[in-house]
């Protein structure tokens, strides 16, 4: 299901360029980075453990996944040249690293106030319109369904970005949207699974590597709060 929202319109979560300790959020590895800046402290109740059963590091030793990655020399030259743009017009100190990797926290955050049915929490996180959507599939879901969105920070595998789009509205206000594609593990069983889900195990748990598509958008209009907002979803075989 993709869950969309009028550019417009909605809350602006997180900023790419992200002062430490603007989120609080689960403990990060060595090698996680800064949060997205804008992206605004939570009340205790959005502070996470890691769950039993929920990746691979609930248990036993961290391993390590080696993705090969294939990429059309056409789409890296073009999301590159957006990258220019945006530095050149929009924000000179933009960096699509540093941003990757808040956006990659800001997601973990997401999916597990959506696991939780925290969906109060959302409100400064998402659009209006994607929370009023996300509010009525949500109480729809069984429990292992709403399990399986749950995303710890070490246990998503892979992250890249995907489509890149700068554009005016009829008022003139400028937007930039990075489209991000997140591979997580996670140990929710679904019956119903699609067997070509593929499949991993960690210390004879097993583990099901999951994809979450997430869109970020910004307004670069003079005068705009530079904070980032997500403003859709595509979750395929959980929010459907």
Known sequence: ????????????????????????????????????????????????????????????????????????????????????????YFDQEFSIEEFTRGAKQAFSVVSKLLSQRKLDLLDELVSAEVLQVLKEKISLLPDNHRDALAADIDAIMYTTEGDVRIYYDDDGRKFVSILMRFWYLNGANLPDEVPAVWKAVWELKAFTLRLCRTWFQREFTEGVKPDWTITRIEHPRLLE
């Not at 949060?35 to 590091?57: I, N």
């Not at 390590?64 to 789409?75: H, L």
């Open 1 to 88: 299901m993709a869950l969309r929202a009028a550019p417009s319109r909605g809350r602006w979560l997180a900023r790419a360029l992200a002062a430490p300790g603007a989120a609080r959020v689960p403990p990060l590895s060595a090698a996680s980075a800064r949060p997205l800046a804008g992206l605004r402290p939570l009340p205790p109740a959005a502070r996470f453990a890691s769950t039993a059963g929920q990746g691979p590091e609930a248990e036993g030793p961290q391993r390590r996944v080696v993705v090969v990655r294939i990429t059309s020399p056409f789409a890296w030259l073009r999301t590159r040249f957006y990258y220019l743009l945006i530095r050149l």
